[in-house]
């Protein structure tokens, strides 16, 4: 099992270009999650997925959209990139029926917006 | 969602006992306090869960008094692989519940 997966690893955009991130999991978790990292600050959290066909706001919603693909896949859009956004972008996942509070987390996407 | 409170960072030596204390005084009845560690240029990984009193793991300890309203997590005789960002989480278990990590605490570990 690869756990959650996501691409690309780097990127680097200029000011006002779009981007999607990719994000897919094969534990057939039901609940995703996007995170951003600034450097040196704790994570937070921009969009969630409790489950297939629902999304929700987290803490930082702004400037970036969300789709639950299917069951396995979760991706983030940028629409208009910001020197703001430039961060380090994780996704997670979750089973709904888990007796721990534990999300898994991919490798995270590290983006620059210039 | 029950707000947490923790020490920005703190300092240690190779061998000694760690302990980082979270404050939740608004933690609900079906919330449970977990604990994620987060080393750089990874994503954070779960290491503990506790509902009440102790709990162990080969990781670490968790430690809940009897009212919930705090937390503390031991790591027992620390080394410097150590070395990370620890975030304690309170909220419901089961469903997909928005998360807040929170700004962590930062543990230096020196030799």
């Known amino acids: 099992n690869a756990g959650v997966t996501q691409t690309p690893k780097f990127q680097v955009l200029k000011t006002g270009q779009s981007m999607t991130l990719q994000c897919a999991q094969d534990m057939n978790h039901n609940s995703m999650y996007w995170y951003r990292q600034d450097p040196g600050m704790g994570l937070r959290l921009i969009y969630y997925s409790a489950s297939e066909g629902t999304t929700d706001k987290g803490e930082v919603p702004n400037g970036y959209n969300v789709s639950r693909l299917n069951k396995r896949e979760f991706s983030l859009r940028l629409e208009s990139a910001a020197p703001s956004q430039t961060s380090v972008y994780f996704c997670?996942?979750?089973?709904?029926?888990?007796?721990?509070?534990?999300?898994?987390f991919g490798p995270g996407t590290r983006l620059t917006v210039l | 969602l029950a707000k947490t409170t923790q020490p920005i960072s703190m300092d240690s030596y190779e061998g000694q006992e760690v302990n980082i204390t979270c404050s939740h005084n608004?933690?609900?009845?079906?919330?449970?306090i977990t604990w994620y560690q987060q080393f750089p240029s990874q994503g954070p990984r779960f290491i503990i869960q506790?509902?009440?009193t102790k709990v162990t793991n080969e990781v670490a300890s968790l430690f809940i008094p009897a009212d919930r309203k705090s937390s503390t997590l031991s790591l027992p005789r620390v080394s410097l692989s150590d070395t990370a960002v620890y975030y304690c989480?309170?909220?419901?278990?089961?469903?997909?519940?928005?998360?807040?990590f929170g700004a962590g605490t930062r543990l230096f570990v020196k030799a």
């Open positions: 506790g509902y009440k």
């Open positions: 997670a996942s979750k089973s709904q029926g888990a007796t721990y509070n534990e999300q898994f």
């Open positions: 608004n933690i609900a009845t079906n919330d449970y």
């Open positions: 989480l309170v909220g419901e278990v089961a469903g997909g519940f928005k998360t807040i």
